[in-house]
């Protein structure tokens, strides 16, 4: 049973900082894309910033600058560290593992999601 288990979500002023904690399990770590998305109030879920199983990385330019992701394998967990927060980051974030098989299969998985409140 693939389970994705979310922590670190928090109430925080602006320009504060919270580092979110994802621990996978059921799933061969090193495979996965891993992936944060969020999701606001009213708001369709957006995705935050992914890394692949090569440590490539990527954000969505409203985070860039702000948010790191990172990962480490012996630990099944992946990190979003973020710095700078503002309100508009309010959000329920959700973990996301991601991988395509040889021969096309693709396998994704949610975690459930941890709330992240910014404010002013």
């Known amino acids: 049973q693939v389970q994705l288990v979310e922590s670190g979500g928090d109430l925080v002023q602006v320009g504060g900082s919270l580092r979110l904690s994802c621990t996978a399990s059921?799933?061969?770590?090193?495979?996965?894309?891993m992936g944060w998305y969020r999701q606001a109030p009213g708001k369709p879920r957006e995705p935050v910033a992914s890394?692949?199983?090569?440590?490539?990385?990527n954000y969505a330019d409203s985070v860039k600058g702000r948010f790191t992701i990172s990962r480490d394998t012996g630990k099944n967990t992946v990190y979003l560290e973020m710095n700078s927060l503002k309100p508009e980051d309010t959000a329920v974030y959700y973990c996301?593992?991601?991988?395509?098989?040889?021969?096309?299969?693709?396998?994704?998985?949610w975690g459930q999601g941890t709330q992240v409140t910014v404010s002013s």
């Open positions: 890394i692949t199983s090569g440590s490539v990385t």
């Open positions: 996301n593992a991601d991988r395509t098989f040889l021969g096309g299969t693709r396998r994704t998985y």
């Open positions: 059921g799933i061969i770590f090193s495979f996965y894309t």
